[in-house]
Each structure stands twice: as structure tokens, then as C-alpha cells.
């Protein structure tokens, strides 16, 4: 089964709503990141967070290591916030990341 | 700033025919790595290396070679094309024993 997994599958907000992604993953992960990907384009890396709670600019992740869970929450969405977010994570002794399927998120103004 | 290129952008190739993906990194990184994203599958990885002269296989290697020429190039090979292989290929790079990868741009591919 998926290793890392994702919700809600997407997400459709008002601009300056707050919204809050699950990332649930199967293994021990030693690192978790958090990207970003704007329609049709690249990954950016926007935090690293294999355990407790890290903050930039208007987004906070929180990893629970033990119960094997990651959230981003994204204070007073923008417009430019849609995109599709994924999370992944390093297992102990993997090789590369491990990629979940991603929440799309889609800000309106 | 971390800098990875790749080339072509985008790519329409025929069954059967060889398709060769580049991807060049300009920042001396020691690890370099090829995924392909489909629709329900997120990023899965292909092959992946360590240094110039070495390749691994990744999770979903099978169709796939790789070639690792020097530091900065890192080629993934499709000798024999299939419909199968259409998606979306992501180069990364990445220095040894830190966590952050640096993505390229994306080929997309589509074989007819």
C-alpha cells in the first residue's frame, strides 16, 4: 500500500481561510519534507520536519514522529498559495524520498 | 542558488524508439536522481547516483538505464519506448548527508 499518504485529496478555499494538510506515513522516517508545485511546474522545497513544530512565513508544520504523522497548516490563504503541496519522507537507511499523491489546493479571490 | 537543468522540456517519441532525458546540475552535488509523477502515484524513483560513474536502481527501474558521465550530467535512457512510459520526469540533485534535493524544471513525455 501507499507509504505516505495524503488528505484531504484537495481543497478548495476563500482567500484568507486557514487550511490544515495531513500527511500519515507507514515507516520511521528520519527526514519528512514538505513541497510545493504550482500547476504544471517544479517541486520547491518549502520545510524540513522530521519531528516537532517549524514555522516560515505563513506556514507551520507539525510532526508527531511517534504516531507517524505531519500537518501543514496555511494561515490566511492567498491566491497564490493554489498549487498542489506534497509531503515526503526519508526512510531510516532509504535510499531517496518517498513521495505521497499531494493535496491540491485551489484559493479563490 | 541550486541550479538543474533539463533538456528537452517536452518530447513526443514513437513506440519502440530510444529516448534519451538530460539533466545537468551546476552545483557539485554528489547525488543526483531521476522520478517520474503520474496522476494517483505521486513521485516514484527511477535510478538514482551517488557520483560521477555510478548508477542504482530505484524502485521502478525496469525500462529504464541511466548513465552518470561526470559530476554535473545525469541521463536516464529508454531503449525501447512504450506508451506506458508517458508522465512527467523530474531530475533532483542533492549533496551527501544533507536533506534537501533540488528539483528541475520536468520533461514531459509522451510516447505514441
Known amino acids: 500500500g501507499q507509504q505516505v499518504q495524503q488528505s484531504p485529496a484537495s481543497l478548495v478555499l476563500q482567500e484568507g481561510e486557514n487550511a490544515e494538510l495531513q500527511c500519515n506515513f507507514s515507516?520511521?522516517?528520519?527526514?519528512l519534507q514538505w513541497f510545493y508545485q504550482s500547476p504544471g511546474g517544479s517541486l520547491v522545497s518549502l520545510l524540513s520536519?522530521?519531528?516537532g513544530t517549524k514555522h516560515t512565513g505563513r506556514l507551520t508544520s507539525t510532526t508527531v514522529t511517534k504516531e507517524r504523522r505531519s500537518s501543514l497548516h496555511i494561515s490566511s490563504s492567498q491566491t497564490t498559495d493554489s498549487g498542489t503541496y506534497l509531503c515526503a519522507i526519508r526512510r531510516q537507511g532509504g535510499r531517496a524520498l518517498i513521495f505521497g499523491t499531494g493535496t491540491t489546493v485551489s484559493v479563490s479571490p | 542558488e541550486a541550479a538543474v537543468t533539463q533538456s528537452p522540456r517536452n518530447k513526443v517519441a514513437v513506440t519502440g524508439g530510444k529516448v534519451t532525458l538530460s539533466c545537468n546540475q551546476t552545483?557539485?552535488?554528489?547525488?543526483m536522481y531521476w522520478y517520474r509523477q503520474d496522476t494517483g502515484h505521486g513521485l516514484r524513483l527511477i535510478h538514482y547516483?551517488?557520483?560521477?560513474?555510478?548508477?542504482e536502481k530505484g524502485d521502478i527501474p525496469d525500462g529504464y538505464k541511466a548513465s552518470r558521465p561526470s559530476q554535473e550530467n545525469f541521463s536516464l535512457i529508454l531503449e525501447l519506448a512504450t506508451p506506458s512510459q508517458t508522465s512527467v520526469y523530474f531530475c533532483a540533485s542533492g549533496e551527501r548527508g544533507r536533506w534537501e534535493q533540488y528539483f528541475g524544471p520536468g520533461t514531459r513525455l509522451t510516447v505514441l
Open positions: 552545483n557539485n552535488h554528489n547525488n
Open positions: 547516483s551517488y557520483g560521477a560513474g555510478s548508477t
Open positions: 515507516s520511521t522516517a528520519t527526514q
Open positions: 520536519n522530521p519531528s
